[in-house]
């Protein structure tokens, strides 16, 4: 999976003409923020690190515009920030993985909300409930 956290970080810069320092920025926010897929920020720093390590990518990256070099070069600049900002913080929201929606599907009642059509507000007095007969809204 690793290689899917630069694949990632790779098609949120695609569109940049160069990968300064403000790219290096965003996309740390962004890790930081609103991480890609399920994955912590630590999986991620590790995911790219691990990237980094490997002598040569045998990935297709020719829809790229930048060459390997500076793309490495970039990785290595984001990695230097993100550890410039730690300790880092959990995000306010995380996605969960596909494969934990058997856990979730049926959720967890929490409260029955009733929910009265408004008797003579003009706005509303056609509303049809979800039989499709009218409401008992009368217009004065």
């Given at each position: 999976?690793?290689?899917?956290?630069?694949?990632?970080?790779?098609?949120?810069?695609?569109?940049?003409?160069?990968?300064?320092?403000?790219?290096?920025?965003?996309?740390?926010?962004?890790?930081?923020?609103?991480?890609?897929?399920?994955?912590?920020?630590?999986?991620?720093?590790?995911?790219?690190?691990?990237?980094?390590?490997?002598?040569?990518?045998?990935?297709?990256?020719?829809?790229?515009?930048?060459?390997e070099p500076s793309v490495?070069?970039?990785?290595?600049?984001?990695?230097?920030?993100?550890?410039?900002?730690?300790?880092?913080?959990?995000?306010?929201?995380?996605?969960?993985?596909?494969?934990?929606?058997?856990?979730?599907?049926?959720?967890?009642?929490?409260?029955?909300?009733?929910?009265?059509?408004?008797?003579?507000?003009?706005?509303?007095?056609h509303q049809a409930d979800?039989?499709?007969?009218?409401?008992?809204?009368?217009?004065?």
């Open positions: 999976m690793h290689f899917g956290v630069v694949v990632a970080v790779l098609y949120c810069v695609q569109f940049s003409r160069e990968l300064g320092e403000s790219e290096v920025e965003r996309l740390a926010r962004m890790i930081l923020e609103q991480p890609f897929y399920d994955l912590t920020t630590e999986e991620e720093y590790a995911s790219i690190e691990a990237a980094l390590a490997e002598e040569s990518w045998e990935r297709d990256l020719s829809w790229q515009p930048h060459d490495r070069d970039f990785l290595r600049r984001l990695l230097e920030h993100l550890d410039a900002l730690r300790p880092w913080q959990e995000p306010p929201f995380r996605s969960l993985g596909l494969d934990r929606w058997e856990e979730y599907k049926r959720g967890t009642l929490l409260a029955y909300v009733r929910l009265d059509l408004p008797g003579r507000d003009p706005m509303h007095a979800v039989t499709g007969r009218r409401s008992g809204a009368v217009l004065s």
